[in-house]
């Protein structure tokens, strides 16, 4: 397919900052639209930080699935994909098991897939050389006309009819549209990991299973999933000052690391605490952050945000949400780029953002809430209280 004869993009160059799943989602369904585009990313291929196998992504069908199948590529996600295991146990700080966060009847609709895995679904679908690896981006500034600049670390400059800022909640490109700093929601997660738990730890594989755990209390939890590779991930997350990792644990070495986190949790039992106790020696700091839920920025022509640069939020609530939102964005980008006509590609972005920003505005207060319920004083008990409402909301609609 391509581009309406009198669609805005028809001859122009788009250049797309950032190389996660919403950038690629976005090249792809461009070219597929016979528009040219370049995809730039401070990575230095498509093995680099943060896309290490092991991190599970479940695709939901309206977001997603539904942005692969425009894409033409839903067919192969599903050989690679595979069914999520939808067992959430959630237990005290005692290491109690309380309830089962499992929605009693709910079809496996979110397949779950390597982060990794879709990188390299979304890449071998683009034409040679649309992305440019090791190519990080200092700023954009305003060009001729419609035109925005790409600066780059190591001083070249590439021009584009479009940008689109697709690097996360520290956007190079959100300068140019917004004022507005990402704010610090209260919560850091550490990130940890067992590489090989069925042999080297067989309690905490048991303890895990095939699903996902949180152990919840005193404002912190320790939570853990299963990966597709067998490996456990494990999040220590903690409602903290933001300057506290900087100032305790930023310069330490694993060991020490670990030593200070574990002070943290110096009560709880054994069995939830083993999961700090005797993870690898690898540990990744990630203070959270959002926007404002009610936020929008002046619409300027040739340039626009989609994903976390646009609306980031705390990982509550849905599993996966950010990425999914990301390649929605995307599909609705291509959308109103190939439904407005003119020279001005304005009214297009117009209509996208106001759109995008409307519909993530809900799910920013819901994940704030879900925060609220899940890292507080009263939990777990306030998280199997609300679950226990929302199941009977939804037993009282169906009869």
Avoid at 275 to 295: G, K, M, N
Wanted: aromatic share 6%.
């Amino acid at each position: 397919m391509s581009m309406e004869s009198g669609s805005i993009l028809r001859g122009k160059q788009v250049a797309i900052i950032g190389a996660g799943p919403g950038g690629l989602t976005l090249a792809r369904l461009l070219q597929l639209r016979g528009v040219s585009v370049r995809v730039f990313e401070r990575d230095a291929s498509s093995s680099g930080h943060g896309q290490e196998p092991g991190g599970g992504l479940d695709l939901h069908e309206s977001s997603g699935q539904h942005a692969l199948e425009q894409a033409g590529l839903l067919r192969r996600f599903h050989e690679l994909a595979r069914p999520r295991s939808q067992r959430s146990r959630v237990f005290d700080k005692h290491g109690d098991e309380l309830f089962d966060m499992r929605e009693s009847g709910e079809p496996e609709t979110r397949p779950e897939i390597e982060r990794h895995e879709l990188r390299e679904l979304l890449l071998e679908s683009l034409e040679p050389g649309t992305v440019l690896w090791e190519t990080p981006v200092r700023d954009v500034a305003k060009g001729a006309g419609e035109r925005h600049e790409i600066r780059f670390d190591h001083g070249e400059v590439f021009e584009a009819d479009l940008v689109v800022g697709c690097d996360g909640v520290w956007s190079r490109a959100r300068p140019v549209l917004s004022p507005v700093q990402p704010s610090y929601v209260g919560v850091t997660f550490v990130e940890t990991r067992f590489t090989d738990p069925d042999v080297r730890s067989p309690h905490i594989a048991k303890l895990v299973g095939t699903g996902n755990i949180a152990a919840l209390g005193d404002e912190k939890g320790l939570m853990a999933r299963r990966n597709g590779d067998g490996s456990i991930r494990v999040y220590v997350v903690m409602r903290i000052p933001e300057m506290w990792v900087k100032q305790k644990v930023v310069n330490f070495g694993p060991a020490r690391i670990r030593q200070k986190l574990l002070e943290q949790f110096g009560d709880w039992a054994p069995r939830v605490r083993a999961l700090l106790e005797e993870s690898d020696d690898v540990f990744a700091l990630r203070p959270l952050y959002t926007f404002p839920a009610e936020h929008a920025w002046p619409t300027r022509a040739g340039i626009t945000l989609l994903g976390d640069a646009a609306h980031v939020m705390p990982p509550f609530a849905v599993t996966a949400r950010g990425a999914n939102m990301a390649m929605l964005d995307a599909v609705e980008l291509v959308d109103a780029l190939a439904t407005f006509d003119g020279v001005s590609s304005l009214p297009a972005l117009r209509h996208y953002e106001e759109r995008m920003l409307a519909r993530m505005a809900p799910a920013i207060r819901e994940t704030l809430a879900a925060q609220d319920q899940i890292i507080s004083k009263s939990a777990p008990a306030a998280l199997g209280q609300a679950i226990r409402a929302r199941r009977t909301r939804r037993d009282l609609a169906l009869h």
